[in-house]
T-cell receptor, first 119, second 110 residues
Framework: GAVVSQHPSWVICKSGTSVKIECRSL??????MFWYRQFPKQSLMLMAT?????????EQGVEKDKFLINHASLTLSTLTVTSAHPEDSSFYIC???????????????FGPGTRLLVL | QKEVEQNSGPLSVPEGAIASLNCTYS??????FFWYRQYSGKSPELIMS????GDKEDGRFTAQLNKASQYVSLLIRDSQPSDSATYLC??????????FGQGTRLTINP
């Protein structure tokens, strides 16, 4: 397998503040990472694809100015929720793409998630 | 038809029995499939990947892929209460994204 970490694991903030979540691939390099959001009892929803050294690609309906993504290195992507509001409270999960030996096929490994509560 | 379809369950299986989870897909060119397990309140964890027709076994887990019939299944032998979770079937699509099924909630009854 492969290890992906996220920090922080949970955060509580006041409405209007910005929150930064880090996603790291610990034992492999990931040119591509993904950010998901999951509300209680619902499926994973892909928010954006984070590409090292280039702009993120956002899914339809996801505001790029509200959810800022920076993929500054091959092992780190960050998601910043700007001016967070209570409706942004959710479980944010990142994943990192890892190629198998030989590079022919790939697998996504998920971080443990960050639970955000906006008061 | 949804790209990846699963029965949402819940599926209840007695402890020690075989749990069978199924997934169908609509894209005939799909080459690889993944099974993730998600415990309540946790993130998904990869448990199996399968790339070719037939069976792939890993411990108590067996993934089965039938490309002609466009289905992939996951069998869990000797089910344990700790196997109770939501199981997600996924396949890659363009731009490296994963398409997930809606997940099947599995409960193993002691």
């Amino acid at each position: 397998g492969a290890v992906v970490s996220q920090h922080p694991s949970w955060v509580i903030c006041k409405s209007g503040t910005s929150v930064k979540i880090e996603c790291r691939s610990l034992d492999f390099q990931a040119t591509t990472m993904f950010w998901y959001r999951q509300f209680p009892k619902q499926s994973l929803m892909l928010m954006a694809t984070s590409n090292e050294g280039s702009k993120a690609t956002y899914e339809q309906g996801v505001e790029k100015d509200k959810f800022l993504i920076n993929h500054a290195s091959l092992t780190l992507s960050t998601l910043t929720v700007t001016s967070a509001h209570p409706e942004d409270s959710s479980f944010y999960i990142c994943s990192a793409r890892k190629f198998r030996e030989g590079g022919a096929q790939e697998t996504q490994y998920f971080g443990p998630g960050t639970r955000l509560l906006v008061l | 038809q949804k790209e990846v379809e699963q029965n949402s369950g819940p599926l209840s299986v007695p402890e020690g029995a075989i749990a069978s989870l199924n997934c169908t897909y609509s894209d005939r060119v799909s080459q690889s499939f993944f099974w993730y397990r998600q415990y309540s309140g946790k993130s998904p964890e990869l448990i199996m990947s399968i790339y070719s027709n037939g069976d792939k076994e890993d411990g108590r887990f067996t993934a089965q892929l039938n490309k002609a019939s466009q289905y992939v299944s996951l069998l869990i032998r000797d089910s344990q209460p700790s196997d109770s979770a939501t199981y997600l079937c996924a396949r890659p699509k363009k731009a490296q994204k994963l398409v997930f099924g809606q997940g099947t909630r599995l409960t193993i009854n002691p």
